[in-house]
């Protein structure tokens, strides 16, 4: 008999996870997910990705306002889970992750103990890191320390950012997931505590705030390239244009650049364009030319479209 799974997660990366299993056959018998909260402008009810993925495919769905809450608990513990599944959702009560008789498994983007906290994938770029992967653990009480169970590694390329390695580890870690939990289901699965993997200094994924966003035009150019790639598309990386006389600072969001790699002598910082079809900016060690970017208060657009709208760019500086 396959073990009754319970899943729990919330966005996007914790979908396809929900799917693999599913697609592989296991026996999922309840989904907890978020409560639905208003979203965007109109602050319409916004259903969870999660959450509707379940509701399409029938599954029973539990959304506690509180972990601690007694009906919560009793729900939880009617559905007689022997393993909880969790990818991309809160912190736990001990009460709720030690409920199964297999414990909690948990799905992390990170090569752990690299990158324990909230938000790994943007660091792991932010860093300039090259590669960086999923782990699959059990809970235990300190966040993200649980033994090892698996590890599947990929590449980050120069100019990945956070799209693209969000997608890359959310469709390894979907696979990594069924592949966990069918060795669960055998009890052939090892587990390596996470002191025994790492010789290196370890980085941490704290949650990241807006000042953490904001550009500073000192850095070197990989310092730059990396912070901007590693906050795409989301929060998104930022600086202001300043009027060189008067007039208002500009709040610019920057999405996609690429690096010119030589030496010069122009003011870093200092802008750089024909006015049409480029937007440089010089810092130490080059150029980084700026191809996706985003006026406050205006759509994201490709620099020309920018540029095309705003034609004294040579009266602003960084």
């Known amino acids: 008999m396959s073990l009754r799974i319970v899943y729990m997660g919330t966005p996007d990366f914790a979908v396809a996870p929900l799917e693999a299993l599913l697609n592989a056959g296991c026996n999922v018998v309840g989904v907890v997910t978020n409560p639905d909260k208003p979203a965007g402008r109109g602050q319409k009810i916004q259903e969870a990705a999660v959450k509707k993925y379940a509701r399409e495919k029938g599954l029973k769905i539990l959304q506690p306002e509180k972990f601690r809450n007694e009906v919560f608990l009793n729900e939880l513990r009617d559905l007689k889970a022997d393993l909880q599944v969790v990818v991309a959702f809160k912190m736990l009560p001990e009460m709720v992750w030690n409920m199964p008789k297999y414990g909690t498994l948990n799905l992390h983007a990170s090569l752990l103990p690299q990158y324990?906290?909230?938000?790994?994938?943007?660091?792991?770029?932010?860093?300039?890191?090259?590669?960086?992967?999923?782990?699959?653990?059990?809970l235990q009480h300190a966040i993200d320390t649980g033994n090892i169970l698996f590890q599947e590694k990929t590449n980050i390329g120069e100019n990945d950012n956070v799209e693209?390695?969000?997608?890359?580890?959310?469709?390894?870690?979907?696979?990594?997931?069924?592949?966990?939990?069918?060795?669960?289901?055998?009890?052939?699965?090892?587990?390596?505590?996470?002191?025994?993997?790492?010789?290196?200094?370890?980085?941490?994924?704290?949650?990241?705030?807006?000042?953490?966003?904001?550009?500073?035009?000192?850095?070197?150019?990989?310092?730059?390239?990396?912070?901007?790639?590693?906050?795409?598309?989301?929060?998104?990386?930022?600086?202001?244009l300043i009027p060189t006389t008067e007039g208002k600072k500009i709040g610019l969001k920057i999405f996609a650049t690429t690096k010119e790699s030589v030496s010069h002598q122009e003011d870093i910082g200092s802008l750089h364009s024909d006015g049409k079809t480029y937007l440089k900016i010089a810092v130490n060690g080059g150029f980084i030319s700026v191809n996706m970017l985003q006026q406050a208060g205006k759509k994201r657009m490709k620099v020309e479209d920018l540029l095309r709208g705003f034609q004294q760019i040579s009266n602003y500086h960084l």
């Not at 790492?198 to 390239?225: G, M, Q």
């Open 116 to 138: 324990r906290g909230a938000a790994p994938i943007n660091w792991a770029i932010i860093n300039g890191d090259k590669e960086t992967g999923v782990s699959t653990f059990l």
């Open 164 to 240: 693209i390695i969000h997608d890359k580890l959310m469709n390894i870690g979907a696979d990594l997931v069924v592949k966990t939990v069918n060795a669960i289901e055998l009890g052939e699965y090892p587990q390596i505590p996470q002191e025994t993997l790492s010789n290196e200094e370890l980085k941490s994924a704290p949650k990241i705030f807006k000042e953490d966003c904001k550009i500073d035009w000192t850095k070197d150019i990989d310092t730059i390239h990396n912070l901007i790639r590693g906050l795409s598309p989301y929060p998104a990386a930022w600086t202001e």
